[in-house]
């Protein structure tokens, strides 16, 4: 059973109950004490576009975070790869591990 597609017409439902339901209820936008705003604007839009907003603010946020995750990432390799080039005794106790890796799984080398 396609689980995602029935997640996905529930939230769906979901959404178009709540524009049906609130299609006559309508408020006003004031933008500060100047008076300048929208009138009579149905609630779900405010609702949508606040929540739209919202997740507009927060990409700085998510791409900061995989930005230093990726350099953690680097730096780890750049740790590895410098132990490795270290000591070759690193290298051949990791070579008989991949070895023997590989002669359990069924490759022989």
Known sequence: MPWRLIFFILIFAIFLAF???NLENR???YFGPGGMGFHDIPV?????????LGLL???P????AGKRRREK???????IQELDEASP?????????????MRNHGDKS
């Open 73 to 79: 990432a680097a730096k780890e390799r750049d740790k």
């Open 57 to 59: 603010c927060t990409l």
């Open 89 to 101: 005794r690193n290298r051949e106790s990791n070579f008989s591990l991949r070895e023997k890796f």
């Open 44 to 52: 779900f839009i405010t609702i949508f576009t606040s929540f739209f």
């Open 61 to 64: 946020f998510l791409y900061y």
């Open 19 to 21: 524009v049906t339901f």
């Open 27 to 29: 408020c006003d936008i």
